[in-house]
């Protein structure tokens, strides 16, 4: 008997098109963002992402003095003095994924699988547990709050209230975000003011985990929540979030009768520091144990 012997031909993707995979990849991967999303960080870096290790430099503007104008002295001119922090790129995460027919995938919508769409969310759980840690670590504690089985609506309102006081005590300006965890925001949309917040229901609310605005708030929620911390206050100002995914690749897998398609994310991110709020060191740095006065964090203590 005569045998025919087939070898597996596959070779390769002749229309891939990475940008295809990038545009498609950002598009579900920025609103599941909470920490890392531009309502609690900003992107203002200056220098390249490659690898991880890289540093990217972040610089702000220090305080001009404000002089009294007289006759005959006039005025006296000041130059601005920018005070430079760098940022580490510590972490590298990738996405791989197998395609057996990469055209056909990519024709179909690059991210709409549900093992894709699953892989993504990873991803972004991945950056964003990292920026909340990095957030929460450098915040001003404030007491906990004492919660009842009958005023948890009210004292997680209150506590709100107080961070708002807490920020508006150094100027920090509007814009600001407030991020709970789920069982805070379980009770606080009880509150009248939550429940009745223009924000609250709105068609799209949810993306980035948005609840409502109030009090000067955007109010969100996630249970990526740093240990220790129930409710957390800021300003995107105070921390920056460098972010690079480094292209998707396309190739033939090693082991599987399949394509790969991969990509790198590298990222890092930092509380800045701002001079007239934080103290420079001799050396022009930031002592970076002292917490930010422009983030704020507390504990819920729930009854047994």
Same mark, same amino acid.
Request: charged share 20%; with cysteine; hydrophobic share 15%.
């Given at each position: 008997m005569a +045998? =025919? =012997?087939?070898?597996?031909?596959n070779p390769g993707s002749s229309s891939f098109v990475p940008e295809i995979w990038d545009g498609a990849l950002l598009t579900k991967f920025d609103p599941l963002l909470v920490w890392a999303s531009k *309502?609690?960080?900003?992107?203002? +870096? &200056?220098?390249e992402i490659r690898k991880q290790g890289d540093t990217v430099h972040i610089n702000s503007l220090s305080t001009p003095t404000v002089g009294d104008y007289t006759l005959p002295e006039g005025m006296t001119a000041q130059r601005p003095e920018m005070v430079e922090q760098k940022l580490a790129i510590t972490e590298a995460k990738y996405l791989q994924l197998l395609v057996e027919d990469i055209e056909r995938v990519q024709a179909a919508g690059a991210m709409e =699988?549900? *093992?894709?769409?699953q892989m993504v969310r990873a991803l972004a759980r991945e950056a964003d547990t990292f920026m909340g840690r990095v957030i929460a670590s450098a915040a001003t504690p404030m007491p906990s709050v004492k919660v009842t089985a009958g005023n948890a609506p009210q004292a997680l309102y209150s506590a709100v209230l107080d961070m708002m006081l807490a920020l508006d005590s150094h100027d920090i300006p509007d814009g600001r975000y407030v991020v709970v965890s789920p069982r805070v925001k379980r009770h606080l949309v009880e509150h009248p003011a939550i429940a009745n917040a223009g924000a609250y229901g709105e068609a799209g609310v949810t993306a980035n985990g948005v609840v409502a605005r109030l009090a000067g708030f955007t109010v969100l929620s996630t249970t990526a929540m740093p240990e220790g911390s129930d409710i957390v206050a800021g300003h995107s100002e105070f921390a920056t979030f460098a972010s690079q995914f480094n292209g998707f690749r396309e190739g033939? =897998? &090693?082991?599987?009768r399949a394509n790969f398609v991969d990509t790198l994310h590298l990222y890092g991110g930092k509380v800045v520091r701002y001079p007239g709020l934080d103290t420079p060191l001799a050396d022009r740095t930031y002592d970076e144990t002292v917490p930010s006065k422009g983030i704020v964090k507390a504990a819920v203590e729930w009854p047994a």
């Open positions: +045998y =025919s =012997s087939f070898s597996y031909q *309502i609690c960080t900003n992107r203002k +870096y &200056e220098g =699988s549900p *093992i894709n769409q033939l =897998s &090693e082991k599987y």
